[in-house]
């Protein structure tokens, strides 16, 4: 059973709309949520998080939401860039402290 | 700092063999984990130390699974004898804080079990 599921596989944007990026979870006791990224042949990195007491964390480009109720949160990214084009994870952490990812989005920045 | 280091970054062997992943943390990381990566279940936590110490490895898959951490700048992951479902990348992260939240990653290990 997926605690924590991105939905969609891939997602094309145009370069400098908006990115929408969405991640669903089923326990209600994550109480801390963070988005990684990932290149090809690369590592995932740590992108942006937010905790489970706010509903929104903004860090230049990115702005992660949270909706408790709806136990949803996405990432926006605006403008988009072709190097936002990767792998986007989401995950969660509860009070063991130990992350549930998602499966992730591949996100296609396109010219 | 370099960074976490894993070896090698390709790996491919036959059924049956054993296989031996390495990671080098960053220095001063008390946490490190164990990851794998597969299309049809993402990144999954296979096993964390804290100290050298497993703490947790409920994550491991199976017996022929095994992991070590020696000393605090090096540790192991063992698949004895692998498997073609074994086939995943590999990776290694470390955390100087008990919240493996901004966890820095190593590039990771493709392993391919033929």
């Known amino acids: 059973d997926q605690q924590v599921k991105q939905n969609s596989p891939s997602l094309s944007v145009q370069e400098g709309r908006i990115s929408i990026l969405n991640c669903d979870y089923t326990n209600s006791m994550f109480d801390y949520f963070l988005w990684y990224k990932k290149y090809p042949a690369e590592g995932p990195t740590f992108l942006i998080s937010i905790s489970s007491i706010k509903d929104k964390n903004e860090d230049g480009r990115f702005t992660v939401f949270l909706n408790k109720s709806a136990k949803h949160l996405s990432l926006h990214i605006v403008p988009s860039q072709p190097g936002d084009s990767a792998v986007y994870f989401c995950a969660a952490s509860d009070s063991n402290y130990q992350l549930i990812w998602g499966a992730g989005t591949k996100l296609i920045i396109k010219p | 700092d370099a960074g976490v280091i894993q070896s090698p970054r390709h790996e491919v062997t036959e059924m049956g063999q054993e296989v031996t992943l390495r990671c080098k943390p960053i220095?001063?990381?008390?946490?490190l984990f164990w990851y794998r990566q597969t299309m049809m279940r993402g990144l999954e936590l296979l096993i964390y130390f804290n100290n050298n110490v497993p703490i947790d490895d409920s994550g491991m898959p199976e017996d022929r699974f095994s992991a070590k951490m020696p000393n605090a700048s090096f540790s192991t992951l063992k698949i004895q004898p692998s498997e073609p479902r074994d086939s995943a990348v590999y990776f290694c992260?470390?955390?100087?804080?008990?919240?493996?939240?901004?966890?820095?990653f190593g590039q990771g290990t493709r392993l391919t079990v033929v």
């Open positions: 220095s001063g990381h008390d946490y």
């Open positions: 992260a470390s955390t100087a804080t008990v919240l493996n939240t901004e966890a820095f």
